[in-house]
């Protein structure tokens, strides 16, 4: 397979439709880019160590910074619309 002409692969086979037009050079400026502590919201619902383990290990992580851990999802779907609306 041609490098970078896929953007996804399922199980070792391009994904249809999901390719780079040809000549399409786009990521090549981005290669060397990462995401850096990008905000995120755990729904932690149930509340054990191991869960609290992965919460920080997930937290600890260059690319993530968990924000909030949360009991419910409607919790997280709230936090979302606030910081989406700026009312909280």
Do not use: N
């Not at 383990?53 to 997930?58: K, P, S, T, V």
Request: charged share 20%.
């Amino acid at each position: 397979m041609t490098a970078g002409r896929y953007l996804i692969e399922v199980k070792g086979r391009p994904a249809s439709g999901l390719h780079w037009p040809p000549g399409c050079e786009y990521p090549r400026p981005y290669v060397a880019e990462a995401v850096r502590d990008a905000p995120v919201a755990v729904v932690d619902q149930d509340g054990s160590s191991a869960s609290r383990d992965l919460i920080r290990r997930i937290d600890a992580t260059d690319s993530t910074a968990v924000v909030a851990a949360l009991l419910t999802l409607p919790d997280a779907q709230a936090l979302f619309f606030a910081l989406l609306t700026g009312v909280e």
